[in-house]
């Protein structure tokens, strides 16, 4: 396939995958809203059915009520009684009472039921009030009743006539019954409504994990079939390259006997070369052999100082509080994670002294060495890529130190990781499992 081809088909390939990442969160926020508004409309309707249960419970018992009370008193209490009622009324427009039995007001409170109107109440389908305190339910209805007068209740004018005004007409048909149940109902729907929107929260929330942990998931397969790809090609390479290397070295030997001391200074040239190649064959397959290797006690202190003495520049040490501090490592990778560490953190800028710093820390079960310099830094787009093999942000260099470093940290129980430092530079931070530590206050 062309490179350009290549080209456009990985930038093709990142960008479908980057759009498919974001249409998934984009339509689980879609479900999300869709699922509460659902629950949110589902209780409604079941609020209103509640509702309308009650009010046509109300009108039954109204009935009920008022056809006992065309036969006696009695009778109405005795119904109310049975259906839990405690008042029935009938009142005119103005709220005075025509007739009324159980707890019925002589006047009643207009300016509420008023209110209750204006929240979208239709009068004449009924309108009811709540009375959480008093569990108890008020219920009205505007209606023009076909009622049967007793005389005495009806006032005759000076002329015969009926002393009748508008106002007199009965209006309001007025009840008020047992509120527990309707109460426990609507609480019972929005306890249902605040758990639901609680379950399918914790159902987004598994959904979106689940599918972060498939997507690193997928780029740890996709990371270990490189390193088995790589793992065949360097097998492959380092094969190849160290026979002709073998024979570059042995016929250099011959030419340092053979040619005049004049030649000697590119023969060196040569010899530096192939050493510098076969050092990065080994250092290859080095990544890909068991990362463990043999661990030992290493007492971290006294390694790392030794380590330090190897470099020219001068680098600070800070092992505040710690004398002794012992970790489980094999010898040769830790030796070559730390200088490799240290030697980046020195050559991490030009013309200028690094600083380099090193701190050892300890936490629980933990400790913590930091190597600081104050570089040039690492952009953030090369710190995605900093322990991909063969990335280096270098002139000279294979790239493959800090992927190698990782895996045998990784290996020893560790992890490694690089961050800006504040005011400028680099942070690498080693953290390992500890086998013992005492303090003495000594700072190196």
């Given at each position: 396939m062309p490179a350009k081809s290549f080209t456009a088909n990985k930038i093709k390939f990142k960008f479908v995958h980057g759009r498919e990442h974001i249409l998934f969160y984009t339509g689980m926020c879609v479900a999300y809203l869709l699922f509460i508004g659902l629950i949110v409309l589902y209780s409604r309707n079941i609020e209103e059915k509640i509702l309308l249960e009650l009010k046509f419970s109300s009108e039954q018992s109204f009935n009920a009520i008022y056809m006992a009370l065309t036969e006696s008193d009695e009778k109405a209490l005795a119904a109310m009684e049975d259906k839990n009622i405690y008042a029935v009324g009938i009142y005119s427009a103005d709220g005075r009472l025509y007739k009324g039995l159980g707890e019925a007001p002589e006047i009643l409170p207009i300016e509420n039921l008023v209110a209750n109107m204006a929240q979208n109440q239709d009068s004449t389908l009924g309108v009811y009030m709540v009375d959480e305190s008093e569990k108890s339910i008020d219920y009205f209805r505007l209606s023009r009743l076909n009622v049967a007068f007793e005389i005495g209740a009806l006032r005759f004018g000076e002329n015969g006539t009926l002393d009748l005004q508008i106002s007199d007409i009965p209006e309001i048909v007025y009840v008020k019954s047992d509120g527990s149940g309707y109460l426990l109902s609507i609480r019972s729907v929005r306890i249902s409504v605040f758990v639901g929107m609680i379950a399918l929260t914790l159902l987004f929330m598994i959904i979106l994990n689940v599918y972060n942990s498939n997507r690193e998931y997928k780029k740890e397969i996709a990371k270990n079939e490189n390193l088995v790809k790589l793992g065949a090609a360097v097998r492959t390479l380092t094969h190849e390259i160290k026979n002709p290397l073998s024979a570059i070295t042995i016929q250099t030997g011959l030419m340092h006997k053979l040619l005049p001391e004049?030649?000697?200074?590119?023969?060196?040239?040569?010899?530096?070369?192939?050493?510098?190649?076969?050092?990065?064959?080994?250092?290859?397959?080095?990544?890909?052999?068991?990362?463990?290797?043999?661990?030992?006690?290493?007492?971290?202190?006294?390694?790392?100082?030794?380590?330090?003495?190897?470099?020219?520049?001068?680098?600070?040490?800070?092992?505040?509080?710690?004398?002794?501090?012992?970790?489980?490592?094999?010898?040769?990778?830790?030796?070559?994670?730390?200088?490799?560490?240290?030697?980046?953190?020195?050559?991490?800028?030009?013309?200028?002294?690094?600083?380099?710093?090193?701190?050892?820390?300890?936490?629980?079960?933990?400790?913590?060495?930091?190597?600081?310099?104050?570089?040039?830094?690492?952009?953030?787009?090369?710190?995605?890529?900093?322990?991909?093999?063969?990335?280096?942000?270098?002139?000279?260099?294979?790239?493959?130190?800090?992927?190698?470093?990782?895996?045998?940290?990784?290996?020893?129980?560790?992890?490694?990781?690089?961050?800006?430092?504040?005011?400028?530079?680099?942070?690498?931070?080693?953290?390992?499992?500890?086998?013992?530590?005492?303090?003495?206050?000594?700072?190196?």
């Open positions: 004049e030649y000697a200074l590119d023969l060196d040239v040569i010899d530096h070369e192939v050493a510098r190649i076969a050092s990065l064959t080994n250092r290859v397959s080095e990544f890909l052999k068991n990362p463990l290797g043999d661990p030992v006690e290493i007492e971290l202190v006294s390694f790392i100082s030794d380590i330090v003495r190897l470099f020219r520049q001068n680098i600070r040490m800070d092992f505040s509080g710690i004398n002794m501090i012992t970790v489980s490592f094999d010898a040769d990778r830790a030796r070559s994670v730390f200088e490799n560490i240290i030697k980046n953190a020195t050559e991490s800028c030009e013309g200028r002294e690094a600083e380099v710093e090193i701190k050892i820390k300890k936490k629980k079960d933990r400790v913590y060495i930091d190597v600081m310099d104050r570089g040039d830094g690492i952009s953030e787009e090369a710190m995605k890529k900093i322990f991909d093999p063969f990335f280096t942000t270098k002139i000279h260099g294979s790239g493959i130190g800090l992927s190698i470093s990782k895996q045998f940290v990784n290996a020893a129980g560790g992890t490694l990781k690089l961050s800006p430092r504040d005011g400028g530079g680099t942070v690498v931070e080693v953290e390992l499992p500890y086998l013992s530590a005492s303090t003495s206050g000594k700072k190196a």
